[in-house]
């Protein structure tokens, strides 16, 4: 059984390569500067990979691989994206 917050968000972080897992979240509708809403996790019996659901900017549903994901955090609201803050302006600060 695989358990998630309710709250749960993750952030896109792509990889590359030829054993980079498919399909490609920035390929597929998704954008680096936003979280995304986990609205269910699969884990099939043949891979020791999990794929989070999530809804892309189209609002279409996706099963991503989470070697493509980070954690964004914990968001009590009703969205289903949340846009990150610049993580170059914070920085600059």
């Known amino acids: 059984m695989i358990a998630?917050?309710?709250h749960l968000f993750v952030r896109i972080v792509e990889l590359d390569?030829?054993?980079a897992p498919m399909p490609r979240p920035l390929s597929s509708g998704f954008s680096e500067?936003?979280?995304y809403r986990v609205l269910g996790v699969y884990n099939p019996s043949e891979s020791s990979d999990a794929y989070?659901?999530?809804p892309n900017d189209?609002?279409?549903m996706?099963?991503?691989c989470q070697r493509h994901l980070r954690f964004a955090g914990l968001h009590d609201t009703s969205a289903h994206h949340l846009d990150l803050p610049d993580m170059h302006a914070s920085a600059a600060d």
């Open 52 to 54: 989070f659901i999530l």
């Open 58 to 60: 189209r609002d279409e």
């Open 62 to 64: 996706w099963f991503i």
């Open 4 to 6: 998630f917050h309710p």
């Open 33 to 35: 500067g936003r979280a």
């Open 17 to 19: 390569g030829p054993r």
